[in-house]
Nanobody, 116 residues
Framework: QAPLVESGGGLVQPGGSLRLSCAAS????????MGWYRQAPGQQRELIAS???????YYTDSVKGRFTISRDNAKNTLYLQMNSLKPEDTAVYYC??????????WGRGTQVTVSS
């Protein structure tokens, strides 16, 4: 019903930074808890960060202290600032609804590759 478009990925060296964006064509975007997910080759998608409209934030342990999730409800946009990137962060990154089992159709994601 509402497309999700991720952008901002690319190739970066270990220790580098990237800022991902997710544009969500969703009515009343502000009512939804949103999250960033990633899927490495051969692995299933995992939730790595989420944020409610009011600002309550969750991070999985592997990214805590390095990644920052934020949102701009006026722009229907979700962000992920990624610092101190490691090779194990290499994955396709997706945005979607979080906080419950329901998900919209997955977008294409954006590829993040961390390599020397």
């Amino acid at each position: 019903q509402a497309p999700l478009v991720e952008s901002g990925g690319g190739l970066v060296q270990p220790g580098g930074s990237l800022r991902l964006s997710c544009a969500a064509s969703i009515r009343i975007f502000s009512v939804y808890t949103m999250g960033w997910y990633r899927q490495a080759p051969g692995q299933q998608r995992e939730l790595i960060a989420s944020i409610v409209s009011g600002g309550t934030i969750y991070y999985t342990d592997s990214v805590k202290g390095r990644f920052t999730i934020s949102r701009d409800n006026a722009k229907n946009t979700l962000y992920l600032q990624m610092n101190s990137l490691k090779p194990e962060d290499t994955a396709v990154y997706y945005c979607n609804r979080a906080g419950d089992p329901l998900r919209w159709n997955w977008g294409r994601g954006t590829q993040v590759t961390v390599s020397s």
